[in-house]
């Protein structure tokens, strides 16, 4: 399976909005609607913000929403934060019982 | 509340295997399953696996077919992973997290194995 592409960072200042791409291919998040999407802070474990491509679990703030258009999702943080700082990936369901994560981009809040 | 405890950090030589473990509570074991997903250092996450608990059956990511075994027992609500002929770039930090309809929700502390000669 081949990674999915991500942006390797992205930067915002407090109060703007942002978006995250994770570009794919008709295997994968052309395919399906599932697509999720991890927030990790250093030397912690990744943490689920959206899932089903725009699904939100509980508790997680509603400035985070996902969308996606053809083989490509997107990631967007509306309303940045300083705590917003983190590393994000998406995750992409691949056929065949398997799944494949985009390479991750490094969200920096200016 | 839901829980995943991964063993301790290994170091092992070259052509070594390792096997790490998943003990979960806080739920009912058969009713999920379980990924595991690695992070070398500085680097992104990477999908190994998926073991559904309820069949017994495992499903690798196509670069870890032949190198890596998952395994459970249910009487102790522990998941196994096993990979084999290890080099220095299986080195990492393994999770394993708990599957809810295609994306994990809760996520183990992660082990850190170290190939080293």
């Known amino acids: 399976q081949v990674a999915l592409t991500q942006p390797a960072s992205v930067s915002g200042s407090p109060g703007q909005s942002i978006t995250i791409s994770c570009t794919g291919a008709n295997s994968d998040v052309g395919s399906y609607n599932l697509v999720s999407w991890y927030q990790q802070n250093p030397g912690k474990a990744p943490q689920v913000i959206i899932y089903?491509?725009?699904q939100r679990p509980s508790g997680v703030s509603n400035r985070f929403s996902g969308s996606k258009s053809g083989n490509t999702a997107s990631l967007t943080i509306s309303g940045l934060q300083a705590e917003d700082e983190a590393d994000y990936y998406c995750c992409s369901y691949a056929g065949r019982s398997t799944w494949v994560f985009g390479g991750g981009t490094r969200l920096t809040v200016l | 509340q839901v829980q995943l405890l991964q063993s301790g950090a290994e170091v092992k030589k070259p052509g070594a295997s390792v096997k790490v473990s998943c003990k979960a509570s806080g739920y009912t074991f058969t009713s999920n399953g379980i990924s595991w997903v690695r992070q070398a250092p500085g680097q992104g996450l990477q999908w190994m696996g998926w073991m559904s608990i309820t069949t017994g059956y495992a499903h690798y990511a196509q670069q870890f077919q032949g190198r890596v075994t998952m395994t459970t027992d249910t009487s102790t609500s522990t998941v196994y992973m096993e990979l084999r002929s290890l080099t220095s770039d299986d080195t990492a930090v393994y999770y394993c997290?708990?599957?809810?309809?295609?994306?994990?929700?809760?996520w183990g502390q992660g082990t850190l194995v170290t190939v080293s000669s």
């Open positions: 997290a708990r599957n809810v309809s295609g994306w994990s929700d809760y």
């Open positions: 089903d491509v725009s």
